[in-house]
Structure formats: C-alpha cells, structure tokens
C-alpha cells in the first residue's frame, strides 16, 4: 500500500536554528497538508498546498515557517529559527481528491528543540 | 467556529467486548465528512472510518461501526470484538466539503485489558 514518507524520524535543534522537515506524498496526489501535535495535545493544521502554492493555512503557520514542492516528488517544511514551544510531532499528509476522501498521514517527525 | 469535542479522555475495554467513544462537534455547514483516526504507539495517524454528512446510512468497516446523529452533531464509533491491537488514542476529526483543514477533538485513549 502506498506511504507518505517522512525523514528524519526524530530531529534535536538548538532553539534559533533552521529545520527542515522532510515529506514524500504519495505519487499521484495533490494535495499535500503538515500537521503537528504537541506533545499530549490535539493534531493541529499549519498548512495545505495545492497546485505549487498554499491554499489554506492557519494562526501557527507564521512567518517563521515556509513550504516548498522543490521537485515534484519532495514537500518540505522550513522552520526559519525553532522557538522551545516548537517542539512538536510534525505530520505529512496527502490526498488525491481533496480532505473530504481523507487524507493519508506519515508516521510524522518529532522534532525536539533544546 | 468548527469545533470537535471528545469528552472522553480515556476508556477501557475487555478483550472482546464492544466499547463506544464518543464524538460531538459544532458547525453551520450543512455539507461536511466525518472521520475517526487512530493514533497508536507508533504515533502514525491511521484512517479508520469516513462519513458523509449527506448520507443517513451508518459507515461500517468490519468491526468498526459509527452512529451519526446529524440533528444531534454527534459521531460516535462502536469497536465490536475489541482486540488487543486495538488500544490506541482515537480522534475524531471533522472538515467540510470546501475546507482544506482537518478539526480534530482532543482525542480518547483506549486501553484493551486481555
């Protein structure tokens, strides 16, 4: 069956350096979503992405964090200078159809920050 | 607002038994979908069961069944023959036919006892 991959698993960062969450969606999707939870807390949407650009995203997607599709199979999250309370299971997620289909989820990174 | 609520935090059940979580949620859309993910150790968030709002028939996939009550705005998900395999943080989630984002509740861990 198909996966949605994420790389690393798990990613310690010194608070003010750059992060790079690493995706591959499933092949033939379009739709490509990051999600995280905090520790013990409810799954939390930061961003969708359709056709090379965002089309939705949230209070917690601010300036500090981008998305990018660099090459049409990768989908990237950028944490510019990771804050303490970024600390977080990261989550990937695609779908073909859109979310109402729902989506298929990685098995997320966690990302501590020190 | 689009809001999901699990009051339940945490259920037990028998090896074998039939447990209920419940689910309530709070929208003005008329056009939506419903969803349970499971989230086990792992942490890999893992489709469970789909509703569509439009649909007066109850989803079922094998041994996971829901009662969606639409005028009541309540989602719950029956497991029959609870297995081990089984235990797990379960979230209900809700996003509308036009949305990009998925709402998730808080979530209901789920202890099987053998």
């Known amino acids: 069956e198909p996966e949605v991959t994420q790389t690393p698993s798990h990613q310690v960062t010194q608070m003010g350096q750059e992060v790079i969450l690493r995706c591959v969606p499933i092949?033939?999707?379009?739709?490509f979503y990051w999600y995280r939870q905090i520790l013990g807390q409810k799954v939390e949407f930061l961003v969708s992405f359709y056709n090379n650009e965002i089309s939705e995203k949230s209070e917690i997607f601010d300036d500090q964090f981008s998305v990018e599709r660099p090459d049409g199979s990768n989908f990237t999250l950028k944490i510019r200078s990771t804050k303490l309370e970024d600390s977080a299971m990261y989550f990937c997620?695609?779908?073909?159809?859109?979310?109402?289909?729902?989506?298929?989820f990685g098995s997320g990174t966690r990302l501590t920050v020190v | 607002a689009q809001t999901v609520t699990q009051s339940q935090p945490e259920m037990s059940v028998q090896e074998a038994e039939t447990v209920t979580l419940s689910c309530t949620y709070d929208t003005s859309e008329s056009d939506y979908y419903l969803f349970w993910y499971k989230q086990p150790p792992s942490r890999q968030m893992i489709l469970v069961i789909r509703?569509?709002?439009?649909?007066?028939q109850n989803a079922t996939e094998n041994r996971f069944s829901v009662n969606f009550q639409k005028a009541a705005k309540s989602f719950s998900l029956k497991i029959s023959d609870s297995q081990l395999g089984d235990a797990a943080m379960y979230f209900c989630a809700y996003i509308t036919d036009t949305g990009n984002q998925f709402y998730f509740g808080t979530g209901t861990s789920l202890t099987v006892i053998p």
């Open positions: 092949s033939n999707h379009l739709y």
């Open positions: 509703q569509e709002a439009y649909k007066q």
């Open positions: 997620a695609s779908s073909d159809q859109g979310g109402d289909y729902g989506y298929t």
